[in-house]
């Protein structure tokens, strides 16, 4: 092959090379070789073949920005050294997270082998899955000319798990009824090694009693699931369930699964509270916050990951149930106070829901009509239960007890008066005003945070780091704590 002037090359894909080459140990021309010769032996399709390249060097550096570590600087622990991940990308608009999916699984440490569905194909390139995954793409169940061909039983043998994102509901119905037309259904059912699906689909899709009937026999059959989610779609105007898993937390997924990484919480119980409460007015109106849970669903997500056993009692979010951990869904703040009160005793809990503290004395039995002359109606409020206190306080109270504390004024002070009045052991503070200066989209809502831990020892001040950075971090912390406190 001729020689590659990399300097002739623009900067923005000097720069992706630089790191591709470095992630797989090969010089920058030994890189672009590999990819060009990917690109001109078949990998691409004959027709529009410099699309496709240009397609791939997005597909790449889109890659790329979404799986910048959240810290600048700070490389995420490689908890899955060794594992050999085998991820089979079905035909979804979600594809595209599949890739940054790839990234996050090899930062820390897997190997991660490719199948590509042929509908797959059309929303992703297998050029950009194989640079990532610095592997050969695998595409076709009969492939006699292929060099790499090493058959659907080998794959599936030299995996510890098989990850299937985005599971189209295509690929769950061939799975529960035993097709095997491709490469991809194939593998699946010659396998006995354990299968994880993140699905994403449209809602009326994942809602169809197909879906349903299929999801219920791929769980009897022991396939575990991540997601969906509820939100916004890709298809203008469309939004219910069915977003697929962030890749986060199909990599927290994988991690619950495969049991890797130290244990130091094992054999404690947990009990963790998040999201808002809905507060209902009559039947189709309520009271809410901004909560959207995830600092809570993260902070349930790694204190499993150390090995408690957590129960989250989770108000109504739009984020799907962290993988390895027992969710209860609750509406009204004496809902969730009732549910965390049945799962005493516990060695620790974690409060971290927005609950609301006041709620209207009556819900109305029917929707409050407009009535012509009446003016609005007066809602007369009551105060909720105080759960992080009546835990703090009570009988069976845990070893350690958390509170957050979401101020937009006065932060510490009234962080500080929290932890004497609630009988916490700490209050996790957090700045929720708008001008918080934390991410783009603030505190609430947002996949940023910056806490302050408050104890009788005085105030820790946090930086400002991912939601998930931080609940690996106080999830360090507890377990830390509850060293001390024997069971
Ligand atoms: C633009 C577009 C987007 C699609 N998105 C999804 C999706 O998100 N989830 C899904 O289950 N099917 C989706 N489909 C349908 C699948 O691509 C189709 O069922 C295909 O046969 C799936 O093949 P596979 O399961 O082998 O990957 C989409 C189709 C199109 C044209």
Redesign the pocket.
């Known amino acids: 092959m001729a020689s590659i002037t990399i300097r002739n090359l623009d900067d923005e894909v000097k720069e992706l090379l630089r790191r591709l080459a470095a992630e797989n140990d090969r010089s920058m021309e030994e890189q672009a070789r590999v990819m060009i010769r990917a690109a001109v032996e078949g990998q691409l399709g004959s027709a529009g073949r410099i699309d496709q390249i240009e397609q791939t060097l997005r597909e790449l550096a889109s890659a790329r920005a979404l799986a910048t570590p959240a810290v600048v600087g700070k490389i995420p622990p490689r908890g899955l050294s060794g594992k050999r991940i085998l991820l089979i990308i ?5 594809a595209y997270k599949a890739l940054d999916l790839i990234r996050r699984l090899r930062e820390r440490g897997a190997a991660v082998r490719v199948v590509m ?4 194909q ?2 992703v390139t297998t050029l950009s899955a194989g640079a990532l995954s610095a592997d050969h793409v695998f595409t076709e169940l009969f492939d006699r000319n292929d060099e790499h061909d090493v058959g659907h039983i080998r794959l599936s043998r030299e995996a510890d798990l098989l990850v299937v994102a ?1 599971a ?4 769950m119905a ?1 799975l529960a009824n035993g097709h095997a037309n ?1 490469l ?1 259904s194939t593998v699946l059912i010659a396998t006995d090694k354990p299968v994880l699906m993140a699905p ?3 809602p009326r ?1 994942w809602t169809h009693p197909a879906t349903r009937r299929n999801r219920a026999t791929l769980q009897k059959d022991g396939v575990t699931f991540v997601g969906p989610a509820r939100g916004e779609m890709a298809e203008s105007n469309e939004a219910g369930e069915g977003r697929m898993a962030e890749p986060l937390e199909i990599v927290a997924a994988i991690e619950a699964l495969l049991d890797v990484g130290p244990k130091p919480l094992s054999g404690r119980k947990i009990i963790v509270t998040s999201g808002p409460t809905h507060e209902p007015i009559d039947p189709v109106r309520y009271i809410a916050n901004r909560s959207s849970g995830k600092q809570g669903h993260a902070i349930a997500a790694a204190l499993a990951r150390l090995g408690a056993d957590v129960h989250l009692v989770s108000g109504p979010v739009g984020i799907a149930d962290p993988a390895g951990v027992k969710t209860i869904h609750v509406e009204r703040a004496q809902e969730m106070r009732d549910a965390v009160e049945q799962l005493l005793p516990a060695d620790a809990a974690v409060f971290v829901a927005a609950v609301a503290d006041w709620r209207t004395e009556n819900s109305a039995g029917e929707k409050i009509k407009k009535v012509a002359g009446e003016g609005p109606p007066v809602l007369r409020m009551v105060e909720n239960p105080d759960i992080l206190a009546g835990v703090g306080h009570h009988s069976q109270r845990p070893g350690l007890v958390i509170g957050f504390a979401a101020e937009t004024q006065d932060l510490l002070r009234n962080a500080e008066a929290k932890l004497k009045k609630k009988g916490a052991d700490l209050i996790v503070a957090n700045d929720v005003s708008q001008g918080s200066g934390v991410g783009s989209s603030g505190v609430m809502g947002g996949d940023r945070n910056r806490v302050r831990i408050v104890s009788k020892a005085g105030v820790e001040e946090w930086p400002e780091m991912s939601k998930d950075d931080v609940a690996a971090r106080l999830a360090a912390l507890i377990a830390e704590r509850l060293k001390t406190i024997v069971v």
């Open positions: 079905g035909g979804g608009i979600a569905t042929s509908a797959a059309e929303f985005p189209t509901a295509d690929l061939k491709d991809a994403a689909m449209n899709m």
